[in-house]
């Protein structure tokens, strides 16, 4: 069978969790990582013991978001996952220090844990409030902020067992149109990552510290199993900090993460069948605190309090039909909130900023989808995917004075309204003889927006209502075991949201456009991928990844500057580039690299003009040695970025410039297997920008962190 061959067959407070779990973790001692890595050749977990460094692959992780599980490798678009391992060995503050190191992908606009936005191959800002080209999911559930100079997405990395980022368009068809530039689907923990064979209980404690900012976090998870059909989680977290130091010795303001998290889960399995449940999840992140009231840019820096609050609640039933090839039903119905409460903005005058204020995002959410597999004769398999989705979105902006009394509602620049969303999908794997697999796909989704009120005019705006259709194909080959070749085209819709069709200013003298087109995006990739073993050592493993992509958008929707209307269709960008992904391992050493040139350019004018949310040129490494005998891992990463630029979007000239940089970091996990207080103990410790060198990162607003240690300990009961 091809080594590409691995997809499915057929069927509290801050001191209350930090004290709790630095106390556990420091009498347990410290850890290195036992990687568990999808191999593409065996289809089962390759632990450490067994595979020492091969485990720390990447290429051979199973990809779960692309509708039929597969190795990453065996995909015929860019994805990456980050599996729990993965998720530890980061010791990551924020979302965006999670994501750091992905080929393609930029954490952009400020660095605090409420200041981060995301960018994906060139397309996705700071500090828009309007920027949905980045599709984010959680457990299913989509997030999307919009406040002006705030991040979009506030969460704790701590809840997260997997992050599956998918680069290109092609996943709307799966996923929602609009996504331009790709998808991140996080996964929360469940109760079955903890529990094995008979246990019934288990608790696990993890606390964390690092020099820089004097940042401490700490966790506690019980996972239990009172019956063989129930599974119950409950996690705590909680992670305060001060602002960091730069390279240079300077505080940056803003750049703390800070906030508490609480994850509940349940799933009950119906007649002890694992393919049958029915479960439910309820998560709540949430942060007050004194901040600068711009997170992105720290463009003002004057303090506000602000309470924000990132929630989900999700019920949903998985039915495998056991036995029965043409039913895998999964649904789900969620309600999610994402609200901002903003007060005691003494430093503004008393209107406008100064008014006390929420910015609120309610959601109810519905999909259900059924996945069917087929089989043609001896040498044709197919799964086919079809699925309906519902959203509602109510967006508020309620605003006081200070004396109580109430405001017309919504902002100018941050209008009131409902979005309704209706979409059906189908997406098709047919396979031939393990060797050629051609997956078309294609989603309709029906959009109507409607606001009750319309601060320029002072009058209630239409309704609007868009269509749009989201087709692609993607082929993938494979030439013989070693070598594959994929390419995809696709066409992806991203209808106008809320902001930009109803924003306006204070007078009439930029209305809000009430006939903006749809952005239409016309994705070509193609690539290849290899993959051998035991090629110059027994066991050895060597797999790369190369993708080349071009993505036209036309109708491109930006916010106008000194014209008619405060948003309008800009004519057509194109954005185009190169991803490679490279690793290799023996069972003591593993590297790998990534690298990612991406450019874009307005092509609305007369001379094309480079776009500033392009990033800069960057490749990652990571080199390691496994010591099988301490149950000790010893590594290396690299980051380096080559010079880049920022341009005046009228006359292209260079207005700014970015450094290059060359920052290296050092890191340690060690998993004592022996005693057994020592059993299930894992400790991290990691030096990062071992130089104290000062840098900032292209798309940042803000200089990185200078030299900071970090250590993590924890222990499972």
Do not use: C
Not at 284 to 311: G, L, M
Not at 623 to 644: C, D, H, M, Q
Request: glycine share 10%; net charge negative; no cysteine.
């Amino acid at each position: 069978m091809s080594k590409f061959s691995g997809r499915r067959g057929p069927k509290g407070s801050h001191v209350s969790v930090l004290g709790l779990a630095l106390a556990l973790a420091a009498g347990a001692q410290v850890a290195a990582p036992a990687a568990l890595a999808q191999d593409a050749d065996s289809k089962t977990d390759l632990s450490t013991e067994d595979n020492g460094a091969v485990s720390q692959l990447s290429l051979g992780k199973i990809v779960v978001s692309t509708g039929v599980d597969k190795v990453a490798i065996d995909t015929p678009q860019s994805v990456t996952t980050l599996d729990q391992e993965d998720i530890d060995n980061a010791q990551a503050s924020t979302i965006g220090d999670l994501l750091e190191g992905i080929p393609g992908v930029s954490a952009v606009g400020g660095v605090s844990g409420l200041g981060q936005g995301f960018n994906i191959r060139g397309m996705g800002t700071g500090v828009a409030d309007s920027d949905s080209r980045i599709l984010i999911n959680v457990d299913g559930v989509s997030k999307f902020f919009e406040q002006y100079r705030m991040g979009g997405f506030f969460s704790e990395p701590e809840l997260y067992k997997r992050v599956e980022v998918l680069r290109g368009p092609s996943s709307s068809t799966l996923y929602g149109a609009g996504a331009l530039a790709g998808v991140i689907n996080f996964q929360t923990k469940d109760a079955s990552d903890f529990l094995r064979g008979d246990d019934h209980l288990m608790v696990r404690v993890k606390g964390s510290g690092e020099s820089n900012a004097d940042a401490r976090a700490g966790s506690v998870i019980i996972a239990g199993r009172p019956t063989d059909n129930l599974d119950l989680l409950l996690s705590l977290s909680s992670r305060v900090s001060d602002d960091y130091t730069d390279g240079n010795g300077d505080v940056v303001v803003p750049s703390k993460a800070e906030g508490d998290s609480v994850l509940a889960k349940a799933r009950y399995y119906v007649g002890g069948d694992k393919g049958h449940s029915v479960w439910a999840s309820a998560e709540n992140w949430q942060n007050d605190s004194y901040q600068v009231y711009d997170q992105a840019e720290a463009f003002a820096t004057t303090p506000v309090r602000r309470k924000t609050v990132n929630e989900s609640y999700i019920i949903g039933y998985d039915n495998a039909f056991d036995g029965n090839d043409w039913l895998d039903v999964k649904a789900q119905l969620a309600y999610s909130n994402m609200q901002v409460d903003q007060t005691e903005n003494a430093g503004f005058s008393p209107n406008g900023v100064g008014y006390n204020s929420s910015y609120v995002y309610k959601t109810v959410q519905g999909r259900l989808e059924n996945t069917s597999t087929l089989t043609f004769g001896p040498d044709w398999n197919a799964f086919v995917t079809t699925g309906l989705q519902t959203y509602k979105q109510e967006r508020r902006n309620p605003r006081y004075r200070q004396d109580g009394s109430y405001i017309n509602p919504g902002a100018t620049t941050h209008p009131e309204g409902d979005l309704t969303r209706y979409s059906a999908f189908i997406q098709g794997e047919f396979i031939w003889k393990e060797k050629l697999t051609i997956i078309p796909g294609v989603r309709v989704d029906r959009v109507k927006l409607e606001s009750d009120y319309l601060i320029a005019t002072q009058s209630k705006p239409e309704t609007v209502e868009n269509t749009g259709v989201s087709p692609k194909i993607a082929v993938l080959y494979s030439l013989n075991d070693n070598f594959n070749l994929f390419g995809s085209v696709s066409r992806t819709v991203r209808m106008p949201v809320l902001d930009e069709i109803y924003s306006a200013t204070g007078t009439t003298s930029q209305m809000a456009n009430l006939n903006l087109d749809n952005e239409e995006s016309d994705n070509i990739e193609i690539g290849g991928a290899l993959a051998f073993s035991s090629l110059f050592t027994d066991r050895d493993k060597l797999h790369a990844k190369l993708t080349v992509f071009r993505n036209d958008v036309d109708n491109l929707i930006a916010r106008e500057s000194g014209g008619a209307y405060y948003f309008r269709n800009f004519g057509k960008a194109r954005f185009e580039g190169v991803e490679l992904e490279a690793e290799y391992a023996t069972r003591r050493f593993f590297t790998r690299a990534a690298l990612s040139l991406v450019d874009g350019e307005d092509l609305s004018r007369a001379k094309a003009i480079r776009l500033n949310t392009v990033p800069a040129d960057e490749l990652t490494l990571n080199a390691g040695y496994v010591i099988p005998s301490w149950n000790l891992t010893l590594g290396w990463r690299g980051e380096f970025a080559k010079e880049a630029y920022k341009y005046n979007a009228t006359t292209g000239a260079v207005t700014d410039t970015t450094d290059d940089y060359n920052i290296h970091s050092l890191y340690a996990v060690w998993k004592p297997q022996g005693e057994a207080v020592l059993r299930g103990v894992d400790v991290r410790l990691s030096v990062d920008n071992v130089g104290d060198e000062y840098f900032q990162r292209h798309l940042s607003s803000l200089p990185a962190e200078g030299r900071t240690v970090k250590l993590s300990v924890g222990k499972t009961f």
